[in-house]
């Protein structure tokens, strides 16, 4: 990483993990800025193009917990469809003083798994193949809440200034030097240094801030 400041990297380190993928591309329309609560009413006013954003900006990660919970990617696929028909269907009942919307889309993906864990399940008792190790349950798969923290970083980052995002992506999801952002982007390097420093700062307020109660 050269000399890019580590400081608050552990949370996009997160998102670097084996099939935790985040779309996180700085011309994507699923960063374009918009915040999750904003885009998930507009979907529940019937607004395709914000649930297309929401997809862009989630998908990955639903496929990823997918395939850490199920083990398999046809599996992790009907997750991932499972999972935002639930978000197009469930839109206008989500409310935000309750929690964030990247805890409701994970809860929402954590339930679906489970659907499908034990319906797998089901049809190995069915088969008289009791001898199968079943997979885990979500909860015992991510006992270090991992997964749940992806979901976090992916909020956090959509809630950044387009240049501040710009320097984490490059930094952490390109891997790239400031150096090297400096002249992928012609930007001075003083500048980027700068910015990266405010960028990170940012992403930890970001991830600091307190979760709305479920009660």
């Known amino acids: 990483m050269g000399h890019v400041d580590r400081n608050g990297g552990s949370c996009l380190a997160l998102a670097r993990e084996p099939d ?9 329309r699923g960063m374009r800025g918009i915040e999750d609560e904003v885009l998930v009413r507009q979907v529940a006013s019937g607004d395709e193009r914000a649930l297309s954003d929401l997809y862009d900006r989630y998908s990955g990660l639903v496929y990823g917990a997918g395939l850490r919970y199920l083990g398999d990617r046809g599996a992790a696929e009907d997750l991932v ?3 935002f028909v639930s978000v197009w269907k469930s839109a206008a009942g989500f409310d935000p003083g309750k929690a964030r919307f990247a805890t409701w889309i994970f ?24 001898a199968l190790k079943p997979p885990l349950e979500p909860g015992e798969e991510d006992s270090a809440g991992r997964i749940a923290r992806s ?5 956090a980052l959509s809630r950044l200034s387009p240049v501040h995002r710009e320097v984490l992506v490059l930094a952490y999801m390109e891997g790239l030097t400031q150096r090297e952002i400096s002249a992928r982007t012609g930007t001075p390097l003083g ?3 700068s910015r990266t ?19």
């Open 107 to 130: 809860r929402i993906t954590r339930n679906r798994a489970t659907d499908l864990i034990r319906r797998r399940r089901a049809r190995v008792r069915t088969v008289g193949e009791d």
């Open 191 to 193: 500048t980027i240094k």
């Open 81 to 83: 469809q499972d999972v």
């Open 20 to 28: 935790m993928i985040v779309r996180v591309g700085g011309e994507g």
């Open 197 to 215: 420093t405010a960028a990170l700062r940012s992403l930890r307020e970001n991830m600091l801030f307190e979760e709305p109660s479920d009660g």
């Open 151 to 155: 979901f976090d970083v992916t909020a």
